[in-house]
């Protein structure tokens, strides 16, 4: 089979844009390594962008930001660079949209690679920040949005190392 290394990038890059953060099964599988090396990879800051997305101390959630594993599989990515050299302004650029103010609850299920009760739960403690809308009781419009800018400071919280 021959394969064209362009299709292969594209269908890489829009994936990042889809999901920016992976969870630690596909991490796992995408650099063909056990926990314990990606636990050591994590917290040696080798995989310099990883987030505990989970509620409270007790419950761990990792992902990380696929750029990264990318960049371990096939170096820098052009235009991007090496993501041990970004910003958290940066990293937050491309996991969350910056031409929006705010986000559907379901982007961010989508985006943080959890379930609806996680974002629900984030709101309730008050870490996410809900915009005041009316909201049809079910459809495509009855998801809420949250500040762009709450999900943004409670995810550099959760960075880890």
Known sequence: MNINPKAITA?????????????DSLVLEGLGIGRDKLDRMVDSGELAWAFDVGMGKSVKELRV???CV????S????????TGNLEIKEVLGLILPETRESLRA??????????ADLIRD??????????RERLPKSGPNSSPHYT????AA?????KIV
């Open 65 to 67: 930001l696929g750029h």
């Open 106 to 115: 379901t982007d961010l299920q989508r985006v943080l690679w959890v379930n």
């Open 11 to 23: 269908t890489i890059r829009v994936n990042l844009l889809r999901r920016p953060l992976w969870r």
């Open 122 to 131: 984030l709101a309730k403690s008050g870490a996410l920040k809900r915009l």
């Open 75 to 82: 170096g820098p990515i052009a235009g991007l660079g090496a």
């Open 70 to 73: 990318v960049e371990m599989q």
């Open 154 to 158: 409670w995810l550099a919280k959760r």
């Open 148 to 151: 762009r800018a709450s999900v």
